[in-house]
Structures are given as structure tokens and as C-alpha cells.
């Protein structure tokens, strides 16, 4: 098992794991309760971190990933949910927040 992919945000965390997983990879996030306990934890430990169980997928995985912050960058501007005002990156279909899905994209 690998780390694939590191963040301090859980949804990203999350995006790379629906990816991974559509692509039908198996994938575990760790970490992803410590957001509350940045400031007693040193930088490194804070991170959430995606898991690759399989390391044989580790190159497609990693092109995945880099579309994924291609997408991103070239995204329009954020965008807050029409049903809890949450921001949101273009890119997500449905709100992280409250999981509506987006009707405005
Ligand atoms: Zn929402």
C-alpha cells in the first residue's frame, strides 16, 4: 500500500478517492479526523492521505490525479450551492456539504 495523494482538505481527499474508485482501483483515506488537531500535530501528520492498496496501479493512478488538478486550474470560479450557500470548485457535481446534487453547471 501506497500514498498517492496528500492534502489538508478532506474533500480533495475525497474527489481523488471517487476517482480512483470509479476507475476501479482500491483506495483507503487516512487522517481525515484530524482536521481539529492541526495546531497540536506537526505539518506532515496533519495531511490526509490517500491510500493505493495496489501498487501496480500507481502510474494510472497518478495520471488520474494530475487531470484531476489540470481540471481544476482550469475551472471557472467558485460557486456556492444553491441549497446550503457552500462554496464550490466547478468541477464537483454535488455539494460536499449537504450532497445535492448541482443544477447551475
Ligand atoms: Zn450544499
Known sequence: MII?????????AQWVQNE???????????GE?????VGDLPPTDAMI???????QHEQRARQ?????EASRK???????????GELLSPHFERC???DTWRTDI
Not at 64 to 68: G, P, Q, S, T
Not at 74 to 84: E, F, H, R, V
Request: net charge negative; aromatic share 12%.
Open 4 to 12: 498517492i495523494y496528500e492534502t489538508q482538505l478532506l474533500f480533495e
Open 20 to 30: 480512483l474508485t470509479a476507475a476501479g482501483m482500491k483506495v483507503h483515506i487516512s
Open 33 to 37: 479526523f484530524l482536521g481539529g488537531a
Open 49 to 55: 492521505k490517500v491510500w493505493l492498496y495496489e501498487e
Open 64 to 68: 488520474i490525479i494530475e487531470k484531476l
Open 74 to 84: 482550469t475551472a471557472g470560479p467558485d460557486k456556492p450551492c444553491l441549497q446550503c
Open 96 to 98: 460536499w456539504q449537504c
